[in-house]
T-cell receptor, first 116, second 109 residues
Framework: EPEVTQTPSHQVTQMGQEVILRCVPISNHLYFYWYRQILGQKVEFLVSFYNNEISEKSEIFDDQFSVERPDGSNFTLKIRSTKLEDSAMYFC??????????????FGDGTRLSIL | AQRVTQPEKLLSVFKGAPVELKCNYS??????LFWYVQYSRQRLQLLLR??SRESIKGFTADLNKGETSFHLKKPFAQEEDSAMYYC???????????FGKGTHLIIQP
């Protein structure tokens, strides 16, 4: 069964540095998402992406964050200047069509980001 | 604000007992509701969606618009049901999912 893959599984970065988290969505999916989960808290939506542009973003997704689909397979989340509070598990997800139509999102294993 | 509430952080039941994981939502439109499960050391995976009205692994969930609830039920719990369960909804379109805080279900032998 096809899966969403994320790399790396764990990223350790110094505060203030840029970090790029990578995701390969399921190949025939058209909608892509990033979520984060701070330790002990709930999974929070960051951004959705369709047709090479952002569809929706939450208030967490400020100017420090950006997303890109640099080629036909990768979907990346960049944090420009990391802060301690960016430490979290980051999940990528994809879906074949909009979730509003009842389509499920398929999640990757996540990248644990640790900011020192 | 749109919200999903899972009141129980932890639920422990004995094998063979019935299970009900509660989920309430606050949303004025017609949301799409889902239950996701995360077994130990595995990824989040879809368990149920209200639109399909199916039973998966013995679990069912009925959307009650009057009570704005989408409780997850199983008549006889099994040890392999131990996991984190998250209720989530989508407001429509390409919206992201809004998750509840999750309920850790432990099935005791």
């Amino acid at each position: 069964e096809p899966e969403v893959t994320q790399t790396p599984s764990h990223q350790v970065t110094q505060m203030g540095q840029e970090v790029i988290l990578r995701c390969v969505p399921i190949s025939n999916h058209l909608y892509f998402y990033w979520y984060r989960q701070i330790l002990g808290q709930k999974v929070e939506f960051l951004v959705s992406f369709y047709n090479n542009e952002i569809s929706e973003k939450s208030e967490i997704f400020d100017d420090q964050f950006s997303v890109e689909r640099p080629d036909g397979s990768n979907f990346t989340l960049k944090i420009r200047s990391t802060k301690l509070e960016d430490s979290a598990m980051y999940f990528c997800a994809s879906s074949e069509s909009p979730t509003g139509g009842g389509q499920p999102q398929h999640f990757g294993d996540g990248t644990r980001l640790s900011i020192l | 604000a749109q919200r999903v509430t899972q009141p129980e952080k932890l639920l422990s039941v004995f094998k063979g007992a019935p299970v009900e994981l509660k989920c309430n939502y606050s949303y004025s439109g017609s949301p799409e509701l889902f239950w996701y499960v995360q077994y130990s050391r595995q990824r989040l995976q879809l368990l149920l969606r209200h639109i399909s009205r199916e039973s998966i692994k013995g679990f069912t969930a009925d959307l009650n618009k009057g009570e704005t609830s989408f409780h997850l039920k199983k008549p006889f719990a099994q040890e392999e049901d131990s996991a984190m369960y998250y209720c989530a909804y989508s407001g429509g379109g390409a919206d992201g999912l809004t998750f509840g805080k999750g309920t850790h279900l432990i099935i005791q032998p």
